[in-house]
Nanobody
Framework: QVQLVESGGGAVQTGGSLTLSCRAS????????FAWYRQAPGSQRELVADITLSGHMYYADFAKGRFTITSDNRATSLQMTNLTPEDTAIYYCNLRNAILSTDYWGQGTQVTVSS
């Protein structure tokens, strides 16, 4: 069973920055995609950004220009800048492979942005 361990959440003020990290219990190759999702209270989980192991990235509109996703074959990071209270949520790391139908999730890390 693959485990994803997240770190880096916390509390910051508006305009601050945080970097989230996620490390898998083993290395991967092929058609795997690392992703970050978030879920705010009372809201559905939404995709923030994802990145293929070959480096192709996708960002949600709210993340463009503020968040940067990176990865290697075992870990991913999400650098977040210019944070606002609307970014307050639990952030989840995800690793998926659509061809193999595998989907792994981290435990989530809380990000709180105060005004």
């Amino acid at each position: 069973q693959v485990q994803l361990v997240e770190s880096g959440g916390g509390a910051v003020q508006t305009g601050g920055s945080l970097t989230l990290s996620c490390r898998a219990s083993r290395t991967f190759s092929g058609n795997y995609v690392f992703a970050w999702y978030r879920q705010a209270p009372g809201s559905q989980r939404e995709l923030v950004a994802d990145i293929t192991l070959s480096g192709h990235m996708y960002y949600a509109d709210f993340a463009k220009g503020r968040f940067t996703i990176t990865s290697d074959n075992r870990a991913t990071s999400l650098q977040m800048t210019n944070l606002t209270p609307e970014d307050t949520a639990i952030y989840y790391c995800n690793l998926r492979n659509a061809i193999l139908s595998t989907d792994y999730w981290g435990q989530g890390t809380q990000v709180t942005v105060s005004s």
